[in-house]
């Protein structure tokens, strides 16, 4: 016979939109029911966010134990060696650690976790297949975070040799050559970190430059650091399948002029992109309405069925964490009777690539083409002095200011440069507030730390640095 449970709030996914949302829907005093078929942490701290920065970090130190850099600082770590399994355990115990506190966190909520997959039967309705039998689950409101799922090409089906984000975060052995199919983030963070860690990396691309979601001048130094590193970028290319010959595996792929490209490949690793998981749990079952591949909600993430809610990846870009766990925190609220909309003057987005990239609110040509005059203010990392002592300063990196020239309102900030993945808090919190460029320019930043590179940018653009 089946169980049955019924609960204020049913919240299905238990990622960072699901999780932030069962938590504070439990602060709140509301009897709550959060369903995870996997592992509760979601995409991102199963094998996404903290997993990838985990093996980005270790193979940025091993990478650093055999660089210039341990010579000219007059360190010597004598022979340095890499042993993979290690690596994953390590990083896997990291996953344990945080995915063992987002269990304590939904228990001192008093969320209840039901362990199973959601089907659902009708918008306040689904049953769960647990291990001890199904469940069956009716609530007044639902939330759904059911997240996304990695794109998989029909010609490149994910197997032994083509995997995705989440194989690559797995591998015990460093693949001798790595082909990369999507120069989005997800691919070019895993890209840089496998050749740090030794593989030799092929980049194939379909439009004509890397990150295509950043601006060129964002992006120009992480395309100098590859290719100083020995990694071959196809842009304007197309994979096309893969090829067995005499037990060598080759991606194909057809290059900008027409050519076939046959580059060997021990793993390929497709990364083209994540659509949000809207299939195979009854959502068709749901009066829900869908824009594009995504659930439609409005600016209370409601969708079109009432008391119906969805969040995070599977309502649209930036399909990032803190848009996911913003929109959870926020839909509790409402459903505690709270007044609140989703209306974030800026997300910011972080590239954790070499050399790392920020960037919040508009780039200046964005801000030029919706026809706002702006001013902007570039200050190089060369001329701080933390980047110096951390020797970051010489991939080319900067931080810029853009804003409005008529009352000097900032409207955006980016950033690239080692460890700038930093500053994004400075950025949101100056673009949520409404900042102008006198109140960066008037706030006494910290010396030394990178910091006062948006300070500079600021009086830069204001036509009186002092550094410059
Ligand atoms: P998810 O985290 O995808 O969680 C959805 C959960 O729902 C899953 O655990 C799934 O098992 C569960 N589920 C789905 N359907 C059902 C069902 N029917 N029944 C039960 N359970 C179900 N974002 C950043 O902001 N910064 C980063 O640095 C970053 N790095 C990333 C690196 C990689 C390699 C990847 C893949 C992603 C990265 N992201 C990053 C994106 C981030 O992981 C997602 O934006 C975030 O996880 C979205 O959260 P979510 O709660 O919407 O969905």
Redesign the pocket.
Known sequence: MSESLHAKVLV????????VAAIRAGQLGLDTVL???????????????I???ALIHAASTYASLAGDSMARMGISAGESWLDMAQTVRWKDSIVDKLNGGVTALLKRAKVRVVD????FQDGKT?T?ETASGPVTITAEHVIL??????VELPFLPFGETVIS??EA?CLTEVPKRLVVVGAG??GL??GSAFRKLGSQVTVVEATDSILPLFDHDLAAPVARWLKEQGVTVHLGARAKGLDLEHGETHLIAEDKAGATLRLPADKVLVTVG?RP?TQ??GLEQMAVDLTGPFVKVDERCATSMRNVWA????VGEP???????AQ?EMVAEIIAGQNRRFDPVAIA??C?TEPEIVSAGLAPREAEAVGIEVLTGVFPYTANGRARSMEAADDGGFVRVVARKDDHRLIGLQAVGGHVSELSAEFALALEMGARLEDIAGTIHVHPTLSEAVHEAALRALGHAIHI
């Open positions: 299905v996914g238990g990622g960072p939109g699901g999780y369903v995870e078929a996997d592992r509760l942490g979601g995409t991102c701290l199963i094998r996404g966010c997993p990838s920065k199973g997959w959601a089907t689904c769960v975070a059911n997240g996304s799922v990695a984000s989440t975060l983030y997800i963070e895993l994540r998981n195979g749990w969040i995070g990846d599977l399909m990032l964490e803190h848009k996911a766990a959870g987005a972080v954790f």
